[in-house]
């Protein structure tokens, strides 16, 4: 993208706004500038213009909620920015994964995602906010009281919730069953976390397996 296709306001500013590559989620509205623009396409990182702070500011500068840029877009009459990225983390301020979550009948519900996430948070999306009170702890938050007591009590969570779902799936009880394998699934992300183990390296995992016979899983291809 040539800047000098870009039709900037009155105060050399354009409106941008993000949107998850993945899901279509979109996260947030922010503004930028020339200079913001540049730093974006030269880092790969979305970077924006502080209107109240009148500075550039790095997404996840503070917070480590950094957003890596997948594609650029301008709408049709080039004064609006589309960034396509991979949220690190949440988009809001408020710990919430959109910005967009007020919505006029009052209900608080976050902008829509269109992949298959679309009707429930997927594994990587609870991820992201666990990993996110791990790096900015909150003293009202579960997840970042369990960081805080360290990896034995996470292990302790994580036995008992299999211990749980063991115990549900010999009752047969369905729906109990999957209130507990969602416990389970919920703090062994969290202790994936604890070691910087992603959902991703999980999912690489699994297509390593996938067609191998027993025994020949840890080989190297």
């Known amino acids: 993208m040539n800047t000098k296709d870009i039709n900037f306001d009155d105060k050399g500013l354009i409106p941008v706004i993000v ?3 993945e899901n279509g989620q979109v996260l947030m ?10 730093k974006t396409i030269e880092s790969k990182n979305a970077h924006f213009w502080s209107r109240s702070r009148d500075r ?15 594609d650029i877009l ?18 809001c301020h408020t710990g919430k994964r959109t910005c967009f979550f007020n919505s006029l009948d009052n209900e608080n519900r976050g902008a829509p995602s269109f992949g298959e996430t679309r009707s429930a948070k ?28 360290g990896i034995d009590e996470i292990l302790k969570k994580v036995g008992e919730e299999a211990a749980e779902t063991i115990i ?54």
């Open 168 to 221: 549900a799936a010999k009752s047969g009880e369905r729906e109990e069953l999957i209130y507990e394998t969602t416990d389970l699934l919920f703090h062994t992300l969290i202790c994936l976390a604890q070691f910087g183990i992603t959902p991703e390296d999980i999912y690489n995992e699994f297509g390593r397996r996938f067609g191998k016979k027993k025994g020949e899983y840890r080989k190297t291809d």
């Open 29 to 38: 509205l922010a503004y930028a500038n020339k200079e913001s623009i540049e």
């Open 56 to 70: 550039l500011w790095k997404k996840g500068e503070e917070s480590g909620n950094h957003q890596e840029i997948k």
């Open 74 to 91: 301008l709408d049709c009459d080039k004064d609006t920015v589309l960034l396509l990225v991979n949220q690190k983390g949440v988009a």
């Open 122 to 149: 997927t594994l990587d999306d609870i991820y992201e906010v666990i990993d996110d009170r791990k790096r900015n702890p909150r003293e009202d938050s579960y997840v970042g009281k369990l960081f805080k007591k």
């Open 19 to 21: 949107q998850d590559a």
